[in-house]
T-cell receptor
Framework: QKEVEQNSGPLSVPEGAIASLNCTYS??????FFWYRQYSGKSPELIMF????GDKEDGRFTAQLNKASQYVSLLIRDSQPSDSATYLC???????????FGRGTSLIVHP | DTGVSQDPRHKITKRGQNVTFRCDPI?????LYWYRQTLGQGPEFLTY????????KSRLLSDRFSAERPKGSFSTLEIQRTEQGDSAMYLC?????????FGQGTRLTVV
């Protein structure tokens, strides 16, 4: 059973702060890692993907992957109220091409 | 709009009725997924197609659910003899490699 674990939150941060979202996964064979943002009542939107150990930056977003610890994180710098959403972590084992999702972490950025 | 398209966006049906949903993937994407999402949970995998072949189906999926992807283009998901527990958002996603992109979803309410 492939599992992806996220703290459901909510994680509350002030505007301008760094939000740190974490995810662990059970399948050591996992090769592809994704972060999706989901606003209430909307569908998930892909915002980051990472395949190699280390950091990957895209604008205010940084994804961090540590395969040895089976841990992936998303940092959001200069958080804005518009970043308030649920952030879903997804993992696929490469061979399957089927992303398995965590339950998501609710992020609230307050002014 | 060249994104993933789902139809209908909303469906209300009486318990026991059959429903069918349609998904049009991004045109060059050969992989197509169906997920189901309930409030507070992450998307739950239902089934996966590569071109017209259904390669994976969740073991949790009742035999009341069936999906097709004729000619490897659009896909349909049918639920027979709907139950109140089928009420959820049904999400379709497509991908070319590993990054999956979601449609707007179909929200099903069984009354």
């Amino acid at each position: 059973q492939k599992e992806v674990e996220q703290n459901s939150g909510p994680l509350s941060v002030p505007e301008g702060a760094i939000a740190s979202l974490n995810c662990t996964y059970s399948d050591r064979g996992s090769q592809s890692f994704f972060w999706y943002r989901q606003y209430s009542g909307k569908s998930p939107e892909l915002i980051m993907f990472i395949y190699s150990n280390g950091d990957k930056e895209d604008g205010r977003f940084t994804a961090q992957l540590n395969k040895a610890s089976q841990y992936v994180s998303l940092l959001i710098r200069d958080s804005q109220p518009s970043d308030s959403a649920t952030y879903l972590c997804a993992v696929d084992s490469g061979g399957s091409y089927i992303p398995t999702f965590g339950r998501g972490t609710s992020l609230i950025v307050h002014p | 709009d060249t994104g993933v398209s789902q139809d209908p966006r909303h469906k209300i049906t009486k318990r026991g009725q059959n429903v069918t949903f349609r998904c049009d993937p991004i045109s060059e994407h050969n992989r197509l997924y169906w997920y189901r999402q309930t409030l507070g949970q992450g998307p739950e995998f239902l089934t996966y197609f590569q071109n017209e072949a259904q390669l994976e189906k969740s073991r949790l999926l009742s035999d009341r659910f069936s999906a097709e992807r004729p000619k490897g283009s659009f896909s349909t998901l049918e639920i027979q003899r709907t139950e109140q527990g089928d009420s959820a958002m049904y999400l379709c996603a497509s991908s070319l490699e590993h990054e999956a992109f979601f449609g707007q979803g179909t929200r099903l309410t069984v009354v």
